[in-house]
């Protein structure tokens, strides 16, 4: 009995070597991350989606939530977008609402989805907040969530267009950082797959 499982510790642990070995020197990453983005394309709009990531602590945005606020600010500049909608709970949209303020957004053009605490639940509040707001719909959001976001949105009848920005692809740079990266992208799989599952996209 002890030698099988030392035997079965031997393989799992020459398998974990080799997967951390591959995520380190190879592109692994960026690949998954690109599929999971899908078309790459800054697309204009009337309305700008977009979801938060991590909670704020201490009233500071999370880096992932920060990042995708700052490609907010972008498109709001660069683009022709009338209303930008900010999605997240537990004090998520406000602190988005917040910098988006600091950043001359005027807040007039700010609409909050605050009740949310899942992508199933950003697509089915952000469909009832935009249920009587017309015009073409840009969703931004992380490359690797961009597959489960975007279905999730149009299965809850908000026709969308992708805006992905490169956040895992970015990280993937970093080699220190790429075994935690493939960690997040192994975690959005198995979020895709329980989604799938639910029905939800």
């Known amino acids: 009995m002890l030698l099988r499982l030392y ?3 031997k393989v799992a642990l020459m398998l974990l070597g080799l997967i951390v070995v591959i995520v380190t020197i190879t592109p692994v990453d960026r690949w998954y991350a690109q599929i999971l983005a899908g078309p790459w ?4 709009g009337d309305i700008l989606i977009v979801l938060g990531a991590e909670s704020p602590a201490d009233g500071y945005l999370g880096v992932e939530t920060y990042w995708r606020s700052v490609y907010a600010v972008w498109a709001w500049r660069k683009g022709h ?9 537990f004090g998520t949209a406000e602190a988005m609402r917040d910098y988006l303020i600091f950043e001359h957004v005027p807040e007039a053009e700010i609409l909050l989805e605050n009740r949310s605490r899942s992508t199933h639940e950003n697509g089915l509040f952000a ?3 935009l249920k009587n707001n017309p015009g073409h719909k840009v969703l931004l959001t992380s490359d690797y969530h961009m597959y489960r976001s975007i279905r999730e949105f149009r299965k809850a009848g908000v026709q969308v ?12 740079n970093d080699w ?6 493939f960690v997040e992208l192994v975690t959005e799989t198995s979020k895709i ?3 799938r599952m639910r029905g939800w996209i």
């Open 41 to 44: 394309a800054d697309p204009d």
């Open 193 to 195: 797959i329980a989604y």
């Open 81 to 89: 977008f009338r209303t930008i909608v900010v999605c997240g709970g």
């Open 161 to 172: 267009e992708p805006r992905p920005i490169p956040f895992a692809l970015k990280q993937s």
């Open 176 to 181: 220190t950082l790429r075994c935690q990266v």
């Open 127 to 129: 469909a009832a907040l």
């Open 7 to 9: 035997a079965f510790l």
